[in-house]
């Protein structure tokens, strides 16, 4: 029988375990974490995200701020921003939400937060701890919370599985696959230009999906007993669907997730953990002192 794995229920019990942790670091070390957000320009869907993450981080006792720039912000006004919330000892945490506008390089962004409080992990410093060791103490939110998902019902020893990560981006696909390679999986990255991707999936023990095209995996990419993951969130007719054809690949597979309350409350549940580890690295506290889940 297929089980639907309830990202929504796991990032709750999640949440509960920072909530405690950020209790205990605010009695006994006199810290409350610190969230900066800083989101340009007026993208409805981008609007929907922050909210959500400052909702979340409120409910946590993370001290968290949202700070709305216009979209005419330049790339040097934001990078100042950036500099002043990197000197703010104050500030733990800090996140640029993505699409960023046009006019602005976000690789230099990404480059200007210091990468003790980049919880997106998106600096190269970050970047590159992540591809030499899986003891990175900062891990990329939406990969993170999608390998959670895969331990919660295939157990913490993935060796010898054989995964198959669709999409490229440095978001998503390629740590992604950094993760899956620290499990002792064997990791195949496909992409837009990748001949025959069907035949490859067809192998995999797990598929996890970020491609962003809706109902992308059919039901003949999926092995009987596979576990899929379906990282998209793509809108059509007005209701969220991912890229995984979900009615029609479901009895196929042995764990699936669902789209909406699948990894998407797991990419804020590991916001807000980075948010924590972040705090405790900067104080240059243990952080499994004070972190109570495991990851």
Do not use: W
Request: overall charge positive; aromatic content about 4%.
């Amino acid at each position: 029988m297929t089980q639907l794995i309830d990202g929504f229920g796991i990032a709750s019990g999640i949440c509960e375990s920072i909530a405690t942790s950020v209790a205990h670091l605010k009695k006994n070390n006199g810290l409350v974490p610190s969230l900066r957000v800083i989101i340009v320009g007026e993208n409805p869907a981008s609007h929907v995200y922050v909210r959500s993450k400052q909702k979340k981080a409120e409910l946590l006792g993370i001290n968290a701020r949202t700070i709305a720039l216009p979209k005419d912000t330049s790339e040097a006004e934001l990078i100042r921003l950036v500099e002043s919330l990197n000197g703010d000892i104050s500030v733990n945490a800090i996140l640029v939400q993505l699409p960023l506008p046009s006019h602005i390089n976000s690789s230099r962004i990404f480059e200007s937060i210091d990468s003790k409080k980049d919880v997106d992990c998106f600096h190269p410093e970050n970047v590159g701890r992540l591809t030499l060791s899986k003891d990175a103490l900062l891990k990329p939110c939406t990969p993170a919370g999608s390998l959670y998902l895969i331990k919660s019902v295939l157990g913490n020893d993935l060796s010898g599985m054989d995964a198959v990560v669709i999409g490229r981006s440095n978001i998503v696909g390629k740590p992604m696959a950094m993760l899956l390679l620290h499990e002792n999986c064997t990791v195949t990255l496909t992409h837009s230009k990748t001949r025959d991707i069907q035949e490859k999936t067809m192998q995999a023990d797990i598929v996890v999906s970020a491609v962003g095209i809706p109902h992308f995996v059919k039901r003949d990419f999926i092995k009987p007993g596979a576990t899929v993951i379906d990282v998209g969130i793509n809108k059509v007719d007005g209701r969220l669907v991912g890229d995984v054809d979900f009615e029609n690949v479901f009895q196929k597979t042995k764990f699936i997730t669902p789209v909406p309350r699948g990894v998407g409350p797991m990419t804020i549940a590991f916001l807000m953990l980075n948010t924590v580890i972040a705090t405790c690295i900067q104080n240059k506290l243990d952080h499994q002192d004070v972190i109570r889940v495991v990851v």
